[in-house]
């Protein structure tokens, strides 16, 4: 609270004074008129005059900040779809953040944690304001009151619960933002949520508190998982965890879909070069050839299908002399569209130092590759439980003791 005094000094009211005063003594001497004026002003230093401004019950207070981060090596973070160079910018952020706080009668104040912020270098989900993450707009809004002998705490909020710093054991009233992981402050990272605390001080270091949190549903900010069409694809925080999950170039929601459409290519090629409608399942005729005895031993895909009473010519093929296996399989990966790690992409297959796909299913027989054809895949996130989704509530007891050591159950 604020509260200002302005003390006008007699000195200056003094000197305001001394045109009229002039005037008014002009017929009498100058020593007289002298005496008149220091008269004046030593009265109105015995008696300054004070005037009071009114009370403020709001304070405001804010910062703004600003941080910048640059690659120091050229290179691709997970995806080589997506490379970088040494010295782009990695992050760009701004944020203006401004908190009010203020009293609410005698026993009761508020509190509001506003916040501007930005990346310039965000992908989508990850630029601006979003709710319910630490780009919230709304950070925090709350009431702190007493009734019966219990502070209340009503609003949103962060409620910490655990004394170790920098682990999270008991920390899991919140949910978390970690789209920078660890790097943030847990203040910042922290999600707050719509909910009642109300807490006893029990005298002799105890201490009771209650949580009833009726926000529920809200989930821990993980990158790559928030647009899962994309993987977060840029944002240089994805794991490698949700990358193989959700990632546009090893996830397997993406090569999952593409392993679908180069399977139902193959499906349909032997299908028309043996006359039969596609999805009749024939390549599981193939149950003894695998993939890596297809790419390495089948030196002209021509003649097999020929050897097996086929007709190269009805899918395109010469009637011998035709593509390698490998070059076959590459050609579909090619013309199904694929842009993620199913491949290397030069038609050689390393089956000893697997890094793509197809390398680490050089055992796979073509029966088993047969049943991809026409597989889907989508990434999905359950609701949470309907036991849960309209309360959730918490109690914790705290102790400290008189030598410092701090318990909670």
Do not use: C
Not at 118 to 138: I, K
Not at 143 to 170: E, M, N, S, Y
Not at 206 to 229: A, E, K, M, T
């Amino acid at each position: 609270m604020i509260k200002k005094r302005i003390l006008l000094s007699a000195v200056v009211i003094a000197v305001l004074t001394l045109p009229s005063v002039a005037e008014e003594v002009s017929s009498v001497s100058m020593a007289e008129s002298n005496l008149s004026v220091v008269e004046n002003e030593t009265a109105l230093l015995e008696e300054p005059e004070e005037i009071e401004e009114e009370e403020s019950d709001i304070e405001i207070s804010g910062y703004l900040k600003a941080e910048a981060s640059v690659f120091t090596k050229s290179g691709s973070s997970l995806n080589p779809l997506a490379p970088h160079e040494s010295g782009d910018i990695m992050k760009g952020e701004g944020t203006l953040k401004i908190f009010v706080n203020g009293s609410i009668g005698e026993e009761s104040s508020f509190h509001a944690e506003i916040q501007a912020v930005g990346n310039t270098e965000g992908v989508e989900g990850y630029e601006f304001h979003r709710n319910y993450t630490q780009y919230d707009a709304l950070r925090e809004l709350y009431i702190d009151t007493t009734l019966g002998g219990w502070d209340l705490r009503l609003g949103k909020q962060q409620v910490v619960w655990g004394k170790a710093d920098g682990v999270k054991f008991l920390d899991i009233i919140n949910p978390t933002d970690y789209r920078e992981w660890g790097q943030n402050t847990m203040e910042d990272s922290r999600i707050p949520l719509w909910m009642m605390v109300a807490e006893k001080d029990l005298g002799n270091n105890d201490s009771l508190q209650f949580v009833w949190v009726p926000d529920v549903g809200r989930i821990n900010q993980i990158p790559g998982l928030y647009d899962s069409r994309t993987g977060d694809q840029g944002q240089p925080f994805v794991s490698l965890g949700t990358d193989a999950i959700t990632g546009q170039y090893n996830g397997f929601v993406n090569i999952g879909r593409d392993m679908g459409r180069v399977a139902s290519a193959f499906d349909g090629a032997f299908s028309g070069a043996f006359g039969i409608p596609a999805g009749n399942g024939i390549l599981q005729g193939f149950e003894g050839l695998t993939v890596a005895g297809f790419t390495d031993n089948v030196s002209d895909v021509s003649g097999m299908i020929s050897s097996f009473g086929g007709d190269p010519t009805a899918i395109g093929l010469p009637a011998s002399g035709g593509p390698s296996g490998n070059q076959m399989l590459e050609g579909v990966i090619v013309q199904t569209g694929s842009t993620t790690n199913l491949s290397a992409g030069n038609t050689q297959f390393d089956y000893k130092n697997p890094k793509h796909m197809f390398e680490y299913m050089g055992d796979t027989t073509f029966a088993t590759f047969n049943t991809f054809a026409g597989m889907k895949t989508s990434y999905r996130v359950d609701d949470i439980s309907r036991d849960l989704q309209d309360h959730n509530f918490g109690v914790k007891y705290a102790k400290a003791t008189d030598f410092g050591l701090n318990f909670n159950r």
